[in-house]
C-alpha cells in the first residue's frame, strides 16, 4: 500500500483493516494461488564457488546472491509428476565446491487462475530461457523472497526422517528441527530396505465440473483417509503443513475464484497404517465455497464426491485415476468397491464420465508393488498361517493346487522388476533359505522345495551380479549380496531372543525388520512363528510320525517357550513392536503414539493350525545346499559357479552358526559334521577344480573368480572343520591341476592359477600352526592335531630340535613336504617356477616371489610370533628357501653391475615377462609341477633332471630379485643357529660358495643409496604413471579394442601392463593378464593406484630414505652373522681356504658400499678376527685380497665419523703388526697401503684429507705406545710409511687445487707416476689414474697411450720373472706402438728386484694383468680412431694367444682386426686427430709455468679462437680477468717490455714438421698425425717492422719446435726443449708460394673423381686477370732482370723453372675443365683461355731468360749433356 495512500486516508485504512479480519476468520482455511517464480538452482550450485553471477537486478554482496531470469531456467515444479518430463542428468553438477549462498528473489509472477496446469508452467519456462515478450504479458508483483541455501553436512543435529521422526542423536527437542526431504530418484536406486517406511503420496491434478448443472465455481477438494464409511472414521495420517499439527484427518486444496474446471498442484503425504483391510480408502469431497456472505448460504456447499478403495484383491492400488463424481452422498459399504462400478439410483456428474485426474504414489517397505513377488510372499504367508483358500488377485488357490502354485511363484520371481526384488531382498533370500530348511507340508504332505528355491538364489544373485556392475568390490562381489550374509543371514533356527549360548555372541545381531505383506497382515510378523518349535522343544523327532501324535507330544511337554514368536527387534529406531490385540480405533491411537510401534495382530489362527502348516523336518542349512550345488547340473550349475562364493560363504556361516549355536565349538573336529556332508563337500571341490581346469582356457575371467572363491572357502573350512580332512580337499585340487599339466604345451596360465589358490589357503591366520612346526620330521600320526580355533595359536613352540636328520630339514624331501604340508607346497611352487628350465613360466617369477615374500612379511609383524624361540620354528619351515635360492644365483639381478666386480652373461628381462617359447614341458618338470606326486627329491636341484646347460637363463627383475633375497635374510636371520651350522657343515664347497655369492649379491641389493635416489625416483614414478595413463586412454578410446587388449594380454604379452604391487592385487589378479576383471572401469584400471599419491613430500622422502638405511643396516648385520656362522663351520674343516677368501671378498666388498656407522664397528671387528685368527689367508693365498682391504680401510681412515675413523685405524694398524709379526717386515702392507693411496687420491671425489691425517696420526701413536714391539725395527717403518703417505697427500692437495685445470691436473699426476719410477705397483697405479682421468675427458688417444705404458711397465718386469718366448721381452717390443714407451725400462741401479716380498704383488703383474692391459689399450686406440695402432697392440698379444691356444680369444682379435682395417679403407680422407697449439706462459703469477712452452694438443678442428677463449677463461677466473692478457702475434716475446703484475699468455697454431728425408715413410694420414716431434710456425715480416710489405720486401720466419716427447703422449701437452728458425728472403718466399700454387693447380687436375668447380676455383685464382699480387707480378717483380747478387742466381733460376712448370700445369687444367664443361659454360672457358693466352704471353720473355754465369762449362766437355749434371749446379753454390 503506497505511502501517499496512507496519509491522505487513514480512516479508510481502519475500515480495510477490519474487512481484512472478517475476510480472515470466515476463509482462513482457504488458499488460493497467488504469484508463482522460478530459480535455477543448477546455476547458483554450479556458480556458488565463485561469486561473478551475471545479475541484472542487484549486485550481489558476499554470501549472498541474486538471481537474473537468464540464469533461471529448467527448473522443474515442486511436485512428483514433473520428474518424468525433466531431464535427470541434465548437467551433473560438482557439490564438492559448492559454499553456502543466500538467494534474494525478486522477480514474482502473478498467477493466472485459467493457466495452472503444468503444460502453462512448462511453457513460461521454456519462455524463461530465452526472454521474450511472453514475459511482458506476465503481471510482475513486487516482492522479496529470501531463501539461504548451504551443503548438508554429513550428520545433520536435530534432524527429522521424512516420517518426522527424531534421529538420534535429539538432545533438545525445543531446537529447530532440520527434515530430511524424501527423494523421488528419476532413476531406480537399487539398496535393500533396513528401514520401516509406509507412506502414500496423493496428488490431485484437474477437475472438470463444465457440464455440471447449478452453482459450483469457487471449488475446494477436501482430501481423508478413511478406516470405515462413518464420517468420524477419518485417520489422522495426513501429514499437517509447517506451523499445523502434525497430523490431520483432512486436507484442503488450494481455491481457484470463478473456475469451474480447476487445476490443482497440492501434494498430500499420507502415513499408512501398518495393516490395510479392505475397508481403508480414500474419500474426496468436492466444495463450492461462498466468499460472499449471503443470507442463509452456508460457507461450504458439498458439490460431489468420489473415492479409492486402498486395498483391491490385498493389493495397494496407486497410479493415474480418472474418476466419475458422484453428486449424492455414497451409499453404504460403498468403501470395497470402486467408483467406476455404477451403484444403483445414483446420480454423477456428466453422465459417470471421469472427470476427476489424481495420482496416487506410495514408498513403502511394505508393499512391494511387484506381482510376482507379492505372490511369492503371499504364498509363504499362507503357509505360514494355515489359511485357505488364498486370494491373489482374481485367482483363488486351493490346499491342493498350493504345491505347483508356490513352485510356479518361485521360478517366476526371474521376472519381477530388479528394483523391488533388490529393496525386499533380504526377505526374499530369508524365504528362500526357509524353504529350504523346513520344507512345508501341505495336505498332509512334506513338500520338498529345495531344488527350486536353490536355482531362485542362484539366478537372483547372477541377475543382481550382472545387472549392478558398478557395485563390486575387489574380488568381484556384490557388495548387496556381501552384505546380506555378513550382516542379515542367519540359520532359520537361531533368532535374537533365543537363549545365545556363548556370552554377547552372535545371537546379539540385529535382523531387519523388512516388511512382507500378505493379503491381510505382513507376513513378516509371522515369520518366526513356527520356527520357535524346534528350538523351545528339543524333543520333537525330526521326522513327523502324524500331525496328531506331534501336536500331542508338545502340548505334553509343559516348557512351552511362546516367547520367540516375536522377532524381537524393531524397526530402525529399535523401540520393541507393540502388539495390539485388534484393528479397531485403539491400533489408530497406537499409532499415533509413536509412529514407529507397528499396530499388528497376535495369532488369531489357533495354534494347532500353525504347527500343521509347518513341521519342524530339521534341515541344516550347508548340508542341503552343499547337497543341492553337488546334485544340480545344466544351466542352474551354471550361474551357481558364477557366484560360486555367494555360496560358499553363506555356507560357512551357516556352519559356524551351526557349531555355535549347537554348542559345538568345542566338539572334536572330526565329530563337528556328519560323513555325508563331507562327503558332498569332498565331491563338490573335486568338480569345481575339475571346471577349473578345464575351462580355464576358455572361460578366463569366470574360471579366476571360480578359483579365489575355492580357496577363499578352502581357507574358511580350516577353521571349522578336520584340517587333514581339508588338506584332503586341497590336494585334490592339486591332483586335478597336475593331472592337465602334463598336457598343456604352455602350463604358465593354470599355474598362475593355481598359485592363486596357494596363496589364498596360505593367509590362513593360523597357517604357521598348520604346518605343525614343532613336531619332528617322523611321519606324522594324525595329519592335523585336534585343536580347536580358539586355542590353536597356543600350541606352543615348547618341544626343542632334536637333532635329526640336518638335511631333510634344508630339503623339499618327503619327510618335510608331509610335515609342513602347506609350507611344502609353497616351496615346491617356489621351486618349480624359478627353476630356469622350467619353460613358460617365466612370467609367474614375480607373482611366486612375492606370495613368498608377503607369508614371511605376516609372520615378521605378527605379534605371535614375537619371541625369538618361536620364530626360529617359524623359519625352520622355510629353511628349503635357502637351497633353492642357492640353485637361481645366475638367474637373480646383478645388482653388483655397478661395482664392476662380477661379470657375467645377463639376458635381461624387459620385465619379468618375455613371449614364451612354446616347447613341451618335460614330464618331471611336470611332475614337479603336480607338486604331490614327484617322486622323492634329494635337493631342489634334482626336480629338473633334463637341465639344458646351453640355455642362457632368463634373468629376474631386479624387484623380483630384492624381494627373493629379503626373503632369504629373514630365513638366515631368524632360523636356529646351531641348525644352520650343522647344514653348513654338510654342504659341499661349491655349495657353501654359492651361498657366500648370494650374499654378496645382497650387499649390493640393500646397499644404501641416499636421499637424491628417492627424490630421482619420485620424479621418473611421476612421467611413468603419466605413461601408464596414456596408454590406458590409448586403449580405451582408440587404436586397441578392448577386447584385443584382453585377448593380448591373456596370452600373456603383458608388456604395458605394469601388474600392481601386492597390497593393491586383487587374488583374482593373475599374471597373464586376467588380471582385469576390469572392463575398463575407470575406478578400478591401475593408474588410479599410481597417480592418487605421486609427488612425495619432502617428509615422505626423508621417511623413504631413512627406512631405506635401516633397512641396509639390518640386511648387512643378518650377512655378517651368517658370515660368523660359516666361519665357525668351516674353521674346522679342511676346505677352508677357498671358503674363507669368499668370506673376506663378501666383507670386503660390505666395506666397499655406503654402510652405516652402526654396521662398520661389528665389521671391522669381524674383520680383526678373521685377520687374526687366519693371518696366512691374507698375507699368502689372497693378496688381491689384501690390497682390496688396505684400499678399503684407508678409505674409512679417511671417514667424518670419529667411531668409523678409530675402528678402521686401530684395523690398519692391527694389519701391519700381524703382517710384521710373520717376517719381521711389513713390505707387503706398506706396498699395498701406498698403492692404496695412490688410487684412492686419483679416483675418489669426496675423499677428505684432513681427516685421513688424523687417522694416521693415531696409527703413529699405536706405533709408539706398543711396548712388545718397541724394541724392532717396526715404529721405524711405521713412520717412513706415514711419512711417505703424508708426502702423497700433499701431492693431493696440489692436485685439489687444480682440480679445474685438466692439463695442470694430469701434469701432476705425470710426476707423482714419475716419482714412483722405482715401485712398479705405485706407478702403475697412477698410470691407471691418469688413463681414468683421460677417458673422462674423451682424450681416448692419450688414454690408450697410458695403457700401452702400463703394459711395458708390466712387461719389464714379466720378463724379469719368467722368461717365456711368447712374451714381450720388456718394453722395446712396444717400440713400434709409441717411441716413448722406452722410458718404462728397468735399467737404472736403484730399480728394485720384482722378488722382494710385496713387491710386483698386483693382479697387473701377471701374464692375464698383461693381456687385460693391452685389450684396454686397444678399445681405447680403436674409440680414438688410430686403428693402425690397433693393429700394433694385436701384434704384442696373438703370439700370447697362440702360445696357449686360445681359439677363441684368437678369433675375436682377427674379427677386430679386420674391422680396424676396414675402417681405415672407409674412412679415408674423414679421420682428423688432432690440432696442435704452442702455448708460452709469461709472468711470475704463473709460478712454475713461468717462460714454459707448451705444445697442446687439441680435440680435431679446433680455431684458435677456441683455445684462446678456454685458457684466458679459466686463468681470468684464477688470477682475475684485468690481470690476464693474451699476446696476439707469434713474434719472440721480450720479458722486459711486460708487465710483473699481469699474465700473459701467447697462444700460436702449429703444424706438423717433416724434413724431406721423412716424407717417404709418412705416407698415409695416420703416419702424418702420429709420432709427432717437430711442430712448425711460420711469421711474416718485414725489415722495417711491419709485418706484411710489398712483394720484393716481404720477409717470412719458420719456427721449427721439437717436443720432449713424441705425441700421442699420456698427457696432452708437451714441454717445447729446442727451438730453431729458418728466416726466407722475398725471392723464397715467391718462391714457395708459387710451388704451393703449382702443387694445387696438379691436385686439381688429377683428382679422381674430377672436382670441376674446385678446379675452376684454382684455374680462376691462377690466370684471373684481376688477381692481385698474382703469378704475373711475382714474374714481373722478381723476373724482369738478373739479379745483381750472384748468390741470388739459383733462387732466380729456381722461380723461373717453378713459373714454367706454373704455366705446364695451367694449360692441363684449361685441358681438363674443357672435357668437364657442359655447353652453358663454353664463352666461360674461352674467357678463361683468353686470359691464360695472355699470360703466357706476359711471362714468355721473362720465363726464357736464362742467367748464362750459371751455364758456364767448368771442366772441357764433349756431351752437352753433362753441362746440367748436378754435380756443376753444386759446385756453383758457393
Known sequence: MRRSFVLQNKEKLEKLKSQADQFCQRLGKYRMPFAWTAIHLMNIVSSAGSLERDSTEVEISTGERKGSWSERRNSSIVGRRSLERTTSGDDACNLTSFRPATLTVTNFFKQEGDRLSDEDLYKFLADMRRPSSVLRRLRPITAQLKIDISPAPENPHYCLTPELLQVKLYPDSRVRPTREILEFPARDVYVPNTTYRNLLYIYPQSLNFANRQGSARNITVKVQFMYGEDPSNAMPVIFGKSSCSEFSKEAYTAVVYHNRSPDFHEEIKVKLPATLTDHHHLLFTFYHVSCQQKQNTPLETPVGYTWIPMLQNGRLKTGQFCLPVSLEKPPQAYSVLSPEVPLPGMKWVDNHKGVFNVEVVTVSSIHTQDPYLDKFFALVNALDEHMFPVRIGDMRIMENNLENELKSSISALNSSQLEPVVRFLHLLLDKLILLVVRPPVIAGQIVNLGQASFEAMASIINRLHKNLEGNHDQHGRNSLLSSYIYYVFRLPNTYPNSPSPGPGGLGGSVHYATMARSAVRPASLNLNRSRSLSNSNPDISGTPTSPDDEVRSIIGSKGLDRSNSWVNTGGPKAAPWGSNPSPSAESTQAMDRSCNRMSSHTETSSFLQTLTGRLPTKKLFHEELALQWVVCSGSVRESALQQAWFFFELMVKSMVHHLYFNDKLDAPRKSRFPERFMDDIAALVSTIASDIVSRFQKDTEMVERLNTSLAFFLNDLLSVMDRGFVFSLIKTCYKQVSSKLYSLPNPSVLVSLRLDFLRIVCSHEHYVTLNLPCSLLTPPASPSPSVSSATSQSSGFSTNVQDQKIANMFELSVPFRQQHYLAGLVLTELAVIVDPDAEGLFGLHKKVINMVHNLLSSHDSDPRYSDPQTKARVAMLYLPLIGIIMETVPQLYDFTETHNQRGRPICIATDDYESESGSMISQTVAMAIAGTSVPQLTRPGSFLLTSSSGRQHTTFSAESSRSLLICLLWVLKNADETVLQKWFTDLSVLQLNRLLDLLYLCVSCFEYKGKKVFERMNSLTFKKSKDMRAKLEEAILGSIGARQEMVRR????????????????????????????????????????????????????????????????????????????????????ESKESILGGVLKVLLHSMACNQSAVYLQHCFATQRALVSKFPELLFEEETEQC???????????????????????????????????????????????????????????????????????????????????????????????????????????????????????????????????????????????????????????????????????????????????????????????????????????????????????????????????????????????????????YKVLIPIHEANRDAKKLSTIHGKLQEAFSKIVHQDGKRMFGTYFRVGFYGTKFGDLDEQEFVYKEPAITKLAEISHRLEGFYGERFGEDVVEVIKDSNPVDKCKLDPNKAYIQITYVEPYFDTYEMKDRITYFDKNYNLRRFMYCTPFTLDGRA??????????????????????????????????????????????????????????????????????????????????????????????????????????????????????????????????????????????????????????????????????VLPVTCHRDSFSRMSLRKMDL
Request: charged share 25%; hydrophobic share 35%; glycine share 4%.
Open 1187 to 1433: 690390497a682390496d682391504l688396505c684400499l678399503r680401510l684407508l678409505r674409512h681412515c679417511s671417514s667424518s665419523i670419529s667411531t668409523i675413523r678409530s675402528h678402521a685405524s686401530a684395523s690398519l694398524y692391527l694389519l701391519m703388526r700381524q703382517n710384521f709379526e710373520i717376517g719381521n717386515n711389513f713390505a707387503r702392507v706398506k706396498m699395498q697401503v701406498t698403492m692404496s693411496l695412490s688410487s684412492l687420491v686419483g679416483t675418489s671425489q669426496n675423499f677428505n684429507e684432513e681427516f685421513l691425517r688424523r687417522s694416521l696420526k693415531t696409527i703413529l701413536t699405536y706405533a709408539e705406545e706398543d711396548l712388545e714391539l718397541r724394541e724392532t725395527t717396526f715404529p721405524d717403518q711405521v713412520q717412513d710409511l706415514v711419512f711417505n703417505l703424508h708426502m702423497i697427500l700433499s701431492d693431493t692437495v696440489k692436485m685439489k687445487e687444480h682440480q679445474e685445470d685438466p692439463e695442470m691436473l694430469i701434469d701432476l699426476m705425470y710426476r707423482i707416476a714419475k716419482g714412483y719410477q722405482t715401485s712398479p705397483d705405485l706407478r702403475l697405479t697412477w698410470l691407471q689414474n691418469m688413463a681414468g682421468k683421460h677417458s673422462e675427458r674423451s682424450n681416448h688417444a692419450e688414454a690408450a697411450q697410458c695403457l700401452v705404458h702400463s703394459a711395458a711397465l708390466v712387461a719389464e718386469y714379466l720378463s724379469m720373472l719368467e722368461d717365456r718366448k711368447y712374451l714381450p721381452v720388456g718394453c722395446v717390443t712396444f717400440q713400434n706402438i709409441s717411441s716413448n714407451v722406452l722410458e718404462e725400462s728397468a735399467v737404472s741401479d736403484d730399480v728394485v728386484s720384482p722378488d722382494e716380498e710385496g713387491i710386483c704383488s698386483g693382479k697387473y703383474f701377471t701374464e692375464s694383468g698383461l693381456v687385460g692391459l693391452l685389450e684396454q689399450a686397444a678399445a681405447s686406440f680403436s674409440m680414438a680412431g688410430m686403428y693402425e695402432a690397433v693393429n700394433e697392440v
Open 1050 to 1133: 591373456s596370452r600373456g604379452q603383458l608388456g604395458m601392463y605394469t601388474i600392481p604391487s601386492p597390497s593393491e592385487r586383487s587374488p583374482s589378479g593373475s599374471a597373464f593378464g586376467s588380471q582385469e576383471n576390469l572392463r575398463w572401469r575407470k575406478d578400478m584400471t591401475h593408474w588410479r593406484q599410481n597417480t592418487e599419491k605421486l609427488d612425495k613430500s619432502r617428509a615422505e622422502i626423508e621417511h623413504e630414505a631413512l627406512i631405506d638405511g635401516n633397512l641396509a643396516t639390518e640386511a648387512n648385520l643378518i650377512i655378517l652373522d651368517t658370515l660368523e656362522i660359516v666361519v665357525q663351520t668351516v674353521s674346522v674343516t
Open 1588 to 1753: 706484411h710489405g710489398e712483394l720484393h720486401e716481404q720477409f717470412k720466419r719458420k719456427t721449427i719446435l721439437t717436443t720432449s716427447h713424441a705425441f700421442p703422449y699420456i698427457k696432452t701437452r708437451v714441454n717445447v726443449t729446442h727451438k730453431e728458425e729458418i728466416i726466407l728472403t722475398p725471392i723464397e718466399v715467391a718462391i714457395e708460394d708459387m710451388q704451393k700454387k703449382t702443387q694445387e693447380l696438379a691436385f686439381a687436375t688429377h683428382q679422381d673423381p674430377a672436382d670441376p668447380k674446385m678446379l675452376q676455383m684454382v684455374l680462376q685464382g691462377s690466370v684471373g686477370t684481376t688477381v692481385n699480387q698474382g703469378p704475373l707480378e711475382v714474374a714481373q717483380v722478381f723476373l724482369s732482370e738478373i739479379p745483381s747478387d750472384p748468390k741470388l742466381f739459383r733462387h732466380h733460376n729456381k722461380l723461373r723453372l717453378c713459373f714454367k712448370d706454373f704455366t705446364k700445369r695451367c694449360e692441363d687444367a684449361l685441358r681438363k675443365n674443357k672435357s668437364l664443361i657442359g655447353p652453358d659454360q663454353k664463352e666461360y672457358q674461352r674467357e678463361l683461355e683468353r686470359n691464360y693466352h695472355r699470360l703466357k704471353e706476359a711471362l714468355q720473355p721473362l720465363i726464357n731468360r736464362k742467367i748464362p754465369q750459371l751455364y758456364k762449362a
